[in-house]
């Protein structure tokens, strides 16, 4: 059990939530929206890590992976749809984003395993919205998610925030995340999340503090 002063729970039931590990993002041979390609390398490596000793230590996984039918289901969204439109901007390719059947729903290799769970309906920032991942933590016994993947600035901030709102408590792995919009976007996310919303930690410190007896 962690001392409450830890999470503010006496009985902490951890799950780990990944964020669009993708190739549409993550893989520069056929990324939409693509991270910056060391950006990219480094994420997933450090997303491997974290996730193999997460499981090492009995916590579930479950990845989210953004899936659209078709432009129609991303155009719904007002403010994409003015993206699309500015050649300068980092989803200018909103409309073509992970269509089914691309090459960029596929999971980076090295970072889902047998007994992971998929949640392949999310299409919105927010992993909760249209899909069914608050019941599968519910199934689960979670009341803690561990929050990786990308973008900080956009589907990790939300998804940290709906969680929050849901009454999980949350932590953000801080060397598991990063954003393909730059440094600035990923430190302004951090800062909002620890200050209102989640807890800001490394894989090693949310282990660690998970095993404390």
């Known amino acids: 059990m962690i ?60 990845h989210c992976v953004t899936c659209y ?3 129609n289901e991303i ?7 003015t993206r699309a439109e500015n050649p300068g901007a980092t989803r200018k390719n909103v409309l073509r984003h992970n269509l089914q059947g691309m090459p960029g729903l596929e999971i980076m290799p090295g970072l889902r395993m047998p007994g992971d769970a998929v949640v392949d309906t999310k299409k919105r920032y927010d992993c909760f919205t249209a899909t069914d991942l608050d019941l599968r933590l519910r199934a689960l016994g979670a009341n803690l998610v561990l929050v990786t993947g990308i973008n900080t600035n956009s589907c990790v901030l939300a998804t940290a925030c709906a969680a929050n709102a849901r009454d999980y408590a949350v932590v953000v792995i801080e060397d598991c995340v990063d954003t393909m919009d730059g440094p600035p976007h990923h430190d302004a996310a951090l800062m909002v999340l620890r200050t209102a919303f989640a807890h800001v930690m490394t894989g090693e410190e949310a282990l660690a503090r998970l095993a404390q007896p």
């Not at 830890?6 to 190739?23: E, M, Q, S, W, Y």
């Not at 155009?75 to 749809?81: D, E, G, K, T």
């Open 69 to 71: 039918r078709d432009a």
């Open 75 to 81: 155009a719904l969204n007002p403010f994409w749809r």
């Open 3 to 62: 001392a409450s002063l830890d999470f503010g729970l006496d009985l902490p039931l951890a799950a780990v939530v990944t964020i669009d590990l993708h190739r549409g993002h993550l893989d520069p041979a056929v990324a939409t929206m693509p991270a910056a390609p060391a950006v990219a390398a480094r994420l997933v490596e450090a997303n491997r890590r974290f996730l193999d000793a997460a499981r090492m230590a009995g916590l579930p996984v479950i």
